[in-house]
């Protein structure tokens, strides 16, 4: 038993070693003379990627910066050229300039497995070695388990009609899952029941709280009348994941599995105490493989969670090919934007999609859609000014501000975490109010970028 605890902890902190050789066989090293693994270039484009009409109403209202994507292309002393992605303003890691300048003239499989590289120029340095070796990406990840993987339709929380006509979208594209958004400014029953009347029981709703169901005694009537539809699935960090007894509670108390981001608690908390049933993973390709492994020693199941466009997507398959218990639907965001930036879209039959065997990615970029959407490079995370209305029935209205960086990211959430908001009323609807060049505007604006405020 010491040495298994040891070898968790071991695992949880990602401190057993992976490198290159690990994965690459000699055949394969030997196929390719060093000269052509050697970096030659790197171009990096920025481009805004616009949202679809539906998705963009609820991302402009509180994450309109993940528009903005930054393209890697990686070419090798072979010719072969690797592409990678970042979406700048959310990613586990983003790639500089410092870091470029490291891998430039050095052999790329010495540094593939390097994290602190960031997200776009590591995916672009396996997917140049996989073509220059003329194998797929996940031929360096380790031995393939999977031939398809499943996949998940992400979108924030919406209002009931764009929930609904997303959902539909989604399984007339072949998605049996749809992960969204928990949140007490929306009414939660009226979303799930109205996503029961239209879709059939085939289809799953996994359901991310982000901690703002607040303890166990709250949460759980709340998850047990969900779970009375088929439909929901998995339910994501419904408190905050250091109650490790709250979330002991919960998983006890529902049918529901209980999906908590890997590391928060340990791993070997988790199995002792039974506070989770499986993980949301991600991250770097290092990071990824070794939590992995780690997740399969304790036979607990996961979903990738790699996010970005068509690119970060096609990576993501290559990851569920080789990992034994990526079996929850894996969440890659890339369904929200007009243009997944690949030649050939990823095709989603009986959700799941087909684990590539052609060289690298297996994905091409679309060129053409990358020059249409190129833009400068914003110097900061952009953050236009908005202001955001919460209604209730009997007449209630909260208002919450954003812009010019003068609150955080997830300045909503916190709100609500700190239980400075009313909790998961009936009836409560969401909306952003639209800049229409008034003083009343401008009056509520600047009063709620200060804080947000109720108006009886």
Same mark, same amino acid.
């Given at each position: 038993m010491a040495r298994r605890r040891d070898f968790l902890r071991a695992m949880a902190a990602g401190s057993l070693a992976l490198s290159s050789?690990?994965?690459?066989?000699?055949?394969?090293?030997?196929?390719?003379?060093?000269?052509?693994?050697?970096?030659?270039?790197?171009?990096?484009?920025?481009?805004? +990627?616009?949202?679809?009409?539906?998705? !963009?109403?609820?991302?402009?209202? #509180?994450? @309109?910066?993940? $528009?903005? /994507?930054?393209?890697f292309e990686l070419e090798l002393g072979s010719g072969k050229?690797?592409?990678?992605?970042?979406?700048?303003?959310?990613?586990?890691?983003?790639?500089?300039?410092?870091?470029?300048?490291?891998?430039?003239?050095?052999?790329?499989?010495?540094?593939?497995?390097?994290?602190?590289?960031?997200?776009? +120029?590591?995916?672009?340095l396996f997917d !140049?070695?996989?073509?220059?070796? #003329?194998? @797929?990406?996940? $031929?360096? /990840?380790?031995?393939?388990v999977h031939h398809q993987t499943p996949l998940?339709?992400?979108?924030?929380?919406?209002?009931?009609?764009?929930?609904?006509?997303?959902?539909?979208?989604?399984?007339?594209?072949?998605?049996?899952?749809?992960?969204?958004?928990?949140?007490?400014?929306?009414?939660?029953?009226?979303?799930?029941?109205?996503?029961?009347a239209a879709l059939p029981e085939e289809f799953k709703v996994d359901m991310d709280f982000n901690d703002t169901l607040l303890d166990a005694e709250r949460a759980i009537p709340i998850l047990l009348d969900?779970?009375?539809?088929?439909?929901?699935?998995?339910?994501?960090?419904?408190?905050?994941?250091?109650?490790?007894?709250?979330n002991r509670k919960i998983c006890e108390a529902t049918r529901v599995p209980v999906a908590l981001h890997y590391g928060r608690p340990p791993l070997d908390v988790v199995v002792r105490e039974k506070c989770g049933d499986g993980f949301v993973l991600g991250?770097?390709?290092?990071?990824?493989?070794?939590?992995?492994?780690?997740?399969?020693?304790?036979?607990?199941?996961?979903?990738?969670?790699?996010?970005?466009?068509?690119?970060?997507?096609a990576f993501s398959l290559h990851f569920g090919a080789v990992l034994s218990h990526a079996t929850w639907p894996a969440v890659n965001c890339h369904q929200l934007y007009v243009d997944d930036l690949l030649t050939q879209p990823?095709?989603?039959?009986?959700?799941?999609?087909?684990?590539?065997?052609?060289?690298?990615?297996?994905?091409?970029?679309?060129?053409?859609?990358?020059?249409?959407?190129?833009?400068?490079?914003?110097?900061?995370?952009?953050d236009p000014p908005r202001v955001i209305q919460i209604s209730w029935p009997d007449g209630r209205r909260m208002y919450l501000a954003s812009g010019e960086g003068k609150v955080p990211v997830n300045f909503v959430i916190r709100c609500a975490n700190r239980g400075e908001?009313?909790?998961?009323?009936?009836?409560?609807?969401?909306?952003?109010?639209?800049?229409d060049g008034t003083e009343k505007w401008r009056k509520i604006y600047r009063k709620a970028i200060e804080k947000p405020f109720m108006v009886p």
């Open positions: 050789a690990t994965f690459l066989s000699p055949r394969w090293v030997h196929a390719a003379s060093a000269k052509h693994l050697v970096v030659k270039d790197v171009k990096r484009t920025t481009v805004k +990627l616009p949202f679809r009409p539906t998705p !963009a109403r609820s991302m402009d209202r #509180e994450i @309109p910066h993940w $528009r903005w /994507l930054e393209i050229v690797g592409i990678g992605e970042t979406l700048l303003h959310y990613t586990w890691g983003g790639s500089t300039d410092e870091a470029v300048k490291r891998v430039r003239g050095k052999n790329a499989v010495d540094f593939m497995w390097d994290d602190s590289l960031g997200a776009g +120029l590591q995916m672009a !140049a070695v996989a073509r220059t070796l #003329e194998v @797929p990406v996940h $031929r360096l /990840l380790g031995s393939q998940s339709w992400w979108n924030i929380e919406m209002p009931v009609d764009d929930l609904v006509s997303e959902c539909k979208l989604a399984h007339s594209q072949g998605y049996l899952a749809y992960k969204t958004k928990g949140r007490p400014w929306f009414d939660l029953r009226k979303q799930v029941e109205a996503v029961v969900l779970e009375r539809h088929k439909h929901i699935d998995i339910y994501e960090t419904p408190i905050p994941q250091k109650d490790v007894e709250g991250g770097g390709a290092r990071r990824t493989m070794t939590r992995g492994a780690a997740a399969a020693q304790v036979d607990l199941p996961f979903w990738l969670q790699l996010v970005g466009s068509g690119p970060t997507a990823i095709k989603v039959e009986k959700g799941m999609a087909k684990v590539p065997n052609t060289p690298g990615l297996g994905y091409e970029l679309d060129r053409d859609a990358l020059e249409k959407y190129r833009v400068e490079k914003p110097k900061e995370r952009p908001m009313p909790y998961y009323e009936p009836g409560v609807t969401t909306t952003l109010l639209h800049d």
